[in-house]
């Protein structure tokens, strides 16, 4: 029994110590053949498995998009899942080539991390959801309101903040429990409940009794918006993530969909035609193929197909699009021009 | 008659006790009624989604259609669904070799034992990970639930196992540095927190290896798994080493048996022995903290089952994954605890 599990672990660390890394990412992930990317453990949305097991979202489609971009398959994915404390080391130690975790851009994580932020594919921020029958339309008039909240979260704290610059006063609810938290709310023990916007749409899309019945008010209490995250010093390999989103935001404001992309082949918009390769040097430009951002639509979809599947109408969670909007219409999603 | 004589010698011997007996009656009664009345009765069995299970049980009863939808990926998570079969066949090998080792009528000798975990062993990794014969490759990533905290538990704790063996006897070794080590060891390893250990070998170490190298993080989670149990098992042997009376060493010693020859045949039989309460004890311990590698980012059964109550389509029916978890953990356990019985009994004879 002694020598037996000695020599299988021998042999399974044996079998799975990972090859050496050579050179930069990108030409990693051309030789390998795959991208690894750092999701959640399940964050309904954004990153999370199905029943039957396969990883979907938005962080999953970005990742999703880099494959198709760079190896021309957007199943030539691996999804690590990573909690939050570990995502960080995983991304240093290069045992994942980005990190799509729904994390916040902040100025420590890339002055002190030492990490690069591709452009936010979700602006996210902390919001308050009340039942439409108070009438309520702005969080301003949420003066002397009760709120549930999560105890032990920045949520917390945001909230106290968010109140006292506003000069409003509110009795907090505090539970530890997400759950209780929701029931509370839904048995009407509070006026609002606040958390992520995305949380709370995905809560009213699962837990409320009637999701028609509640609405999520337009304020932010604080600014998450959530990018794609590589190493410093690998500039190739950040350009391809960069310009991967920026394609698909590209793609959307030019009409350019996973359904009309052949024929948008055919277009005299000499944008459209860098962004497809039909006039050839933005795929070398970026060290990849020149059918790059053609792959990524026709595989993954523009950045408006990605958001409604995943989290917008066509999805549970039913966000609107409000800042993640294109910025023609209204939003923060501004693609750099492919030229 | 003979049951209402012991009711009344029991149950009924006086005014408190009788009062007791009522009011213990009574909670029991209406507990068993409310886990009936809400698991069976007002329980909905099938659905399509989660609203249309609430709308049926009306939120008094389980919504055990949860389960039925979700069964599969609380016990295999990310396991590709078509390849299932191969860790359902992993799980049962497991247990069956488990089982099969209990057999005291193989203990006479190392080696039919020796050979049923090294094949069983083998066979279970070609299994899990593919490769060879057409079985498409599943990447450790993919090796949830069940058969994960199955691998976790029963890997870790028989290969921490030898290794306690020899840290128990480090400890109670004649010469100083042997002791010292094994000492320092057990000391500082059972003196943090298994999530410390955890916590260092997935979040720690990987910064200290050199650039592209990297450890699977199973297999980092499986040997600071191992190296804690070790510690944990060290200090229960310990305590069936000090039992045996310094007799049995003396004589061993007089009959000139070798220091190995005393090891092997007089002093660790003995000793593992009156262990054994104890020993298992742990092994129940140290089953349930497989679920910590929660923490990092593995998918055990307590794991895939927390995940499949955020999906949007079937949110927060926490009460059914955990009671259906709990079963699992509890068919595992108990068996286990029965086993230890049966082997107390056996040794008492």
Known sequence: ?339 | MKAIAWARANLFNGVWNTILTLVAGYLIARGAWMAIDWGLIHAAWSAPDGRACRAITNDEGACWAFIEQWYRFILFGRFPPGEQWRALIVVILFIGMVVVSCDRRLWRSAWPITAIWVVGLIVSFILMHGGVLGLPVVTTDLWNGLPLTLFLSVIALAGAFPLAILLALGRRSDYPIIRALSVGYIELVRGVPIISILFMASVMLPLFLPAGVNIDNLIRALVGLMLFYAAALAEVIRGGLQAIPTGQYEAADVLGLSFGQKTRLVVLPQALSITIPPLVNTFIAAFKDTTLVTIVGLFDLLTTASNSITDPQWRGFYVEAYVFVAAIYFVFCFSMSRYSRSLERSTER
């Open chain 1, 1 to 339: 029994m002694i020598k037996a599990t000695t020599l299988a672990v021998a042999l399974v660390m044996v079998a799975f110590a990972g090859p050496a890394l050579a050179g930069p990412t990108l030409d990693k992930v051309k030789k390998n053949g795959v991208v690894t990317c750092g999701v959640t453990t399940g964050l309904a949305g954004f990153s999370i498995p199905d029943r039957q097991g396969k990883y979907t979202g938005i962080d999953v489609d970005t990742c999703r998009a880099v494959a198709a971009a760079v190896l021309g398959d957007p199943d030539k994915t691996k999804y690590v899942p990573a909690t939050t404390q570990q995502r960080f080391t995983m991304l240093q130690s290069g045992e994942i080539d980005i990190l799509t975790r729904n994390t916040t851009w902040t100025l420590t994580r890339e002055g002190d991390l030492g990490f690069l932020f591709a452009p936010p594919n979700y602006y996210d921020g902390q919001g308050f959801m009340v039942a439409k029958k108070a009438g309520v339309k702005s969080a301003k008039e949420l003066d002397g309101a009760t709120v549930c909240v999560q105890s032990g979260t920045t949520t917390e704290s945001n909230l106290t903040d968010y109140f006292r610059a506003n000069k409003m006063t509110f009795k907090p609810l505090v539970i530890e429990r997400l759950d209780e938290v929701e029931n509370a709310f839904y048995s009407g023990r509070c006026d609002s409940f606040t958390a992520d916007r995305s949380g709370l749409a995905a809560s009213r899309a699962g837990k409320a009794p009637n999701p028609d019945d509640y609405v999520i008010l337009p304020e932010i209490a604080s600014k998450e918006p959530l990018a794609a995250v590589v190493r410093q010093g690998d500039d190739e390999w950040f350009e391809v993530v960069r310009w991967t989103m920026f394609a698909m935001i590209d793609a959307e404001e030019k009409g350019v969909t996973s359904q009309n992309v052949d024929e948008m082949k055919k277009s005299d918009d000499p944008e459209i035609q860098r962004m497809l390769g039909v006039k050839p040097g933005m795929g070398k430009s970026l060290h990849l193929g020149e059918d790059w951002a053609y792959t990524i639509i026709k595989r993954v979809g523009n950045y408006g197909e990605i958001f409604d599947r995943n989290v917008g109408k066509d999805s549970a969670l039913k966000l609107d699009r409000g800042l993640n909007a294109l910025w023609t219409q209204g939003g923060l999603m501004y693609g750099m021009p492919i030229r």
